[in-house]
């Protein structure tokens, strides 16, 4: 079993900047691809990006592409979303997983094995 925590989420307004971070413990694997998802309301969840944790290669949805950055952790185990030039419909309530079967469907929500709880972002004026 995999453990996430997200952590970072807030209130910020249009142009801000908004860091979130997903700390993973239990059996961690260097075969991982640790992704962010986001759900608005009334939305299904939306892959926004992930990243292989052994060679590091990332990868985004358009929207998001030049304004977020994900990244392995200073500290072992986590994963942060940098999150710049925020816009209204960013907000959402953002999710860390985990999954070791991912392959190439980084976008595929059902490919990951494990989640957070979830944090919520606000983008508002």
């Known amino acids: 079993q995999v453990q996430l925590v997200e952590s970072g989420g807030g209130l910020v307004r249009p142009g801000d900047s908004l860091r979130l971070s997903c700390a993973a413990s239990?059996?961690?694997?260097?075969?991982?691809?640790m992704g962010w998802f986001r759900q608005a309301p009334g939305k299904e969840r939306e892959f926004v990006a992930a990243?292989?944790?052994?060679?590091?290669?990332?990868y985004y949805v358009d929207s998001v592409r030049g304004r977020f950055t994900i990244s392995r952790g200073s500290a072992r185990n986590t994963v942060s979303l940098q999150m710049n030039s925020l816009k209204p419909e960013d907000t959402a309530v953002y999710y860390c997983?985990?999954?070791?079967?991912?392959?190439?469907?980084?976008?595929?929500?059902?490919?990951?094995?494990?989640w957070g709880q979830g944090t919520q972002v606000t983008v508002s004026s």
């Open positions: 997983a985990a999954g070791s079967r991912v392959g190439g469907s980084y976008y595929d929500a059902v490919k990951y094995d494990y």
């Open positions: 239990g059996r961690t694997s260097s075969t991982y691809v």
């Open positions: 990243i292989r944790w052994t060679g590091g290669m990332t």
